[in-house]
């Protein structure tokens, strides 16, 4: 049964607003007026054709591309505190001879200690508690430039719920994961918001997962088409016509 979220207005952390916002890099408009909410406890999946302007609407409320509009984290009116927010970026390249170990990894981003020292014995507490979040104890001391695509996403996804974020922004998280990753990755996902009562936000190509998981469906191009629940937008004209789809939905 698909998780409920928070119903009734948000007055939480774990909110998104988005309203009226725009983004032009150099001369080019590459997103006008986008309006959208997310609620407490929701999985938002924000699909469109490449070159849509995705990313940089992540980038864009991750603070990391100006905009033009309101970006906010509470209903209007009322106060929220500063959200924190985990982030996924698309899965990196790593070179498979490269020695660095998940470890290694969680040493250079959450520890002073050089990573040539090793973990010390409270570090090394934490990147197992942090591992066990994804089901993944067993890849501590794997090399990152071995892990399977699913594999690496666990790790990423690892490090962005430490220290507990109260959104969860995901760019492409089911790339490079085969089939039976996917599912297992979408039910962890799914299992860590209700765990920890967390808003998702993510991208993806990959619409075979949607009308099991997601609460909503954004759909863009450069603008928002159409957003609503997975079967209205799948099936929709405006999804039909983005994707050059002659009948049907992918």
């Keep these: 049964m698909?998780?409920?979220?928070?119903?009734?207005?948000?007055?939480?952390?774990?909110?998104?607003?988005?309203?009226?916002?725009s983004v032009k890099i150099g001369a080019d408009?590459?997103?006008?007026?986008?309006n959208l909410h997310v609620h407490c406890g929701e999985m938002?999946?924000?699909?469109?054709?490449?070159?849509?302007?995705?990313?940089?609407?992540?980038?864009?409320?991750?603070?990391?591309?100006?905009?033009?509009?309101?970006i906010a984290f509470s209903e209007p009116g009322k106060?929220?505190?500063?959200?924190?927010?985990?982030?996924?970026?698309?899965?990196?390249?790593?070179?498979?001879?490269?020695?660095?170990?998940?470890?290694?990894?969680?040493?250079?981003?959450?520890s002073k200690r050089p990573a040539f020292l090793g973990?010390?014995?409270?570090?090394?507490?934490?990147?197992?508690?942090?591992?066990?979040r994804v089901h993944g104890e067993e890849l501590i001391h794997k090399r990152v430039g071995t892990l399977s695509g699913g594999e690496l996403q666990r790790?990423?996804?690892?490090?962005?719920?430490?220290?507990m974020p109260n959104i969860l922004i995901l760019d492409e998280p089911l790339s490079g994961v085969d089939i039976e990753g996917?599912?297992?990755?979408?039910?962890?996902?799914?299992?860590?918001?209700?765990?920890?009562?967390?808003?998702?936000?993510?991208?993806?190509h990959d619409f075979s997962m949607l009308d099991r998981y997601a609460d909503q469906v954004v759909l863009i191009d450069h603008g928002i088409l159409i957003k609503g629940k997975p079967e209205t937008?799948?099936?929709?004209?405006?999804?039909?016509?983005?994707?050059h789809l002659k009948g049907g939905r992918a």
């Design 2 to 21: 698909r998780f409920s979220p928070h119903k009734g207005p948000c007055g939480h952390s774990c909110c998104l607003r988005v309203e009226n916002v």
């Design 29 to 34: 408009r590459i997103l006008q007026d986008m």
């Design 44 to 70: 938002v999946a924000l699909i469109g054709p490449n070159g849509a302007g995705k990313s940089t609407f992540l980038k864009a409320i991750l603070g990391q591309q100006e905009y033009e509009g309101i």
């Design 79 to 110: 106060r929220s505190k500063k959200p924190r927010i985990g982030y996924v970026p698309q899965s990196p390249a790593f070179d498979p001879s490269d020695p660095v170990s998940v470890s290694d990894l969680f040493a250079c981003c959450m």
């Design 119 to 132: 973990l010390g014995k409270s570090m090394e507490d934490l990147v197992q508690e942090c591992l066990e």
């Design 155 to 163: 790790v990423l996804l690892a490090l962005a719920l430490e220290p």
């Design 182 to 204: 996917m599912t297992n990755l979408m039910d962890m996902l799914d299992e860590i918001r209700q765990t920890y009562d967390l808003s998702i936000l993510m991208t993806t």
């Design 233 to 243: 937008v799948l099936n929709s004209e405006a999804f039909r016509t983005a994707f």
